[in-house]
């Protein structure tokens, strides 16, 4: 089974800094690598799809890239609103599995 | 409107059975894959299970040992997950999520408020 480590756990941070979040695979997951936001009560929310599409309606500041095992999501300036948890999360054909990192916090510094 | 709506979750006795089930509407249900996704309280997400469109390609969590069985009837527009053997570490919420398209492996878009299901005795 793939496993996916996200770094850092947490990442402190002031409104209007870039954030770089990293997500590690423990084998090439190609590009079948998205990014979700959660915030506290409410379910996630996709950001990034096959490792570096904006799904509808994100911010053109959420930005992903990567491919392999690497991938990295980038807040190129956080905004008040995107102090949250960010899972990455892959997806395999055969066996049929899907794998959530264990999630990087973003706090306000 | 898009919308997955869960529900079937409540105190359960570890041992015993549960099914919670999902309602989807505002899209046309048969057409995509459709996936379980749990979250024990203050931790993080975890996949249970998936199913495409024509319930050709159905997948489990490892950890779950085969205790748990998913299901959709796309003319009620409907995802089941019937859980068996509870045990107190199934605590969580329980997800209703939607694939992005019709492969199995895309992206989850469009997600439920959960429902939480409690095993304890």
């Known amino acids: 089974e793939i496993a996916l480590t996200q770094s850092p756990a947490t990442l402190s941070l002031s409104p209007g800094e870039r954030a770089t979040l990293s997500c590690r695979a423990s084998q090439s997951v190609s590009n079948y690598l998205a990014w979700y936001q959660q915030k506290p009560g409410q379910p996630p929310r996709l950001l990034i799809y096959d490792a570096s599409n904006r799904a509808t309606g994100i911010p053109a500041r959420f930005s992903g890239s990567g491919s392999g095992a690497d991938f990295t999501l980038t807040i190129s300036s956080l905004e008040p609103e995107d102090f949250a948890v960010y899972y990455c999360q892959q997806r395999s054909n055969w066996p049929p599995r899907v794998t959530f990192g264990g999630g990087t916090k973003v706090e306000i510094k | 409107e898009v919308q997955l709506v869960e529900s079937g979750g409540g105190l359960v006795q570890p041992g015993r059975s549960l099914r919670v089930s999902c309602a989807a509407s505002?899209?046309?249900?048969?057409?995509?894959?459709m996936h379980w996704v749990r979250q024990a309280p203050g931790k993080g997400l975890e996949w249970v299970s998936g199913?495409?469109?024509?319930?050709?390609?159905?997948g489990y969590a490892d950890s779950l040992k085969g205790r748990f069985t998913i299901s959709r009837d796309n003319a009620k527009n409907s995802l089941y997950l019937q859980m068996n053997s509870l045990r107190t570490e199934d605590t969580a919420l329980y997800y209703c999520a939607k694939a992005l398209g019709s492969s199995w492996y895309d992206a989850f878009d469009i997600w439920g408020q959960g429902t939480m299901v409690t095993v304890s005795s």
């Open positions: 199913i495409s469109w024509n319930s050709g390609t159905i």
């Open positions: 505002g899209f046309t249900f048969d057409d995509y894959a």
